[in-house]
């Protein structure tokens, strides 16, 4: 029965048990479908944002893992500079980790019985062993970093010469020495503009040209980065760049293959 308030008609309505009792059956299946329902779609959304953050970190750990491939293929073009570096010095690499042989007193500036007069060491190069040392004194890598102009041309290719290599690059730019050695010239070249020669003591002389400033003088010891220039646009140069070039037992040789 419906009552409404007032003195409205009042509206009744008999039904059945049996169908009262369908009504209250179906109204059950149906609440309980709507639960089902969203329980099903909560879960589904909680696995779809589980899926979206497993997908984004596959992604983060396909880019690291590509970055770690590319770190160690790096690596190995690194071992295997490393090691034609040291087949060029005649060093054994497997030696590297053996304890040096101290022949006489590293106080004494002169060998025993040999009348050789050795340079005195920078205190980086006195905690080196032998094998260290003479590859510390191979040039390895680039002396700066810049846009290659003009790379290296022997003199029997296309009919010219061009014993080094160019590196494009703004005045002021740091210029390092590319390996451990002794500076027996800085100074002035009408050509080379202010330049510097590293004596490697090993057969190998690295040439650095046309600089703006040179801060280091003949006679100084200079290791592997060490900055001895600021590159520059002197002597015979029409734009700012540095001439770098490698000599071996007095023959100019590519750099490129010495170079990271």
């Known amino acids: 029965m419906l009552i409404p308030e007032g003195g409205d008609k009042v509206y009744s309505r008999t039904i059945s048990s049996r169908l009262f009792k369908l009504v209250v059956v179906l109204t059950s299946i149906w609440i309980i479908f ?4 969203t329980i099903v779609y909560t879960r589904l959304s909680v696995q779809a944002s589980k899926s979206a953050m497993l997908q984004e970190e596959n992604q983060r750990l396909r880019e690291y893992f590509a970055r770690v491939i590319d770190i160690e293929k790096s690596f190995k073009r690194n071992q295997e ?12 690499l497997q030696k590297l980790d053996e304890p040096p042989e101290i022949e006489f007193d590293s106080l004494d500036a002169r060998a025993p ?29 680039r002396p700066l970093y810049g846009w290659i102009t003009k790379t290296y041309l022997d003199l029997n290719d296309r009919g010219g010469q061009h014993s080094g290599i160019d590196f494009a690059v703004k005045e002021g730019t740091n210029v390092a020495a590319t390996a451990n050695g002794l500076v027996i010239s800085a100074g002035w070249d009408d050509e080379l503009g202010n330049f510097v020669i590293v004596d490697h003591e090993n057969g190998y002389l690295t040439t650095y040209a046309h600089n703006k400033t040179l801060l280091v003088k003949k006679g100084e010891r200079v290791s592997r980065g060490s900055v001895i220039a600021l590159s520059g646009n002197t002597g015979y140069s029409t734009a700012p760049h540095l001439h770098y070039e490698i000599l071996k037992d007095g023959v100019p040789v590519d750099p490129a293959p010495y170079m990271d």
């Open 34 to 37: 709507l639960v089902g329902v």
């Open 81 to 92: 500079l490393t090691a034609r570096l040291a087949e060029m010095a005649g060093v054994n």
């Open 113 to 141: 019985d040999t009348g050789v007069i050795y340079h005195p060491m920078t205190s980086a190069e006195s905690t080196l062993t032998p094998e260290q040392l003479a590859l510390q004194r191979v040039p390895y890598g």
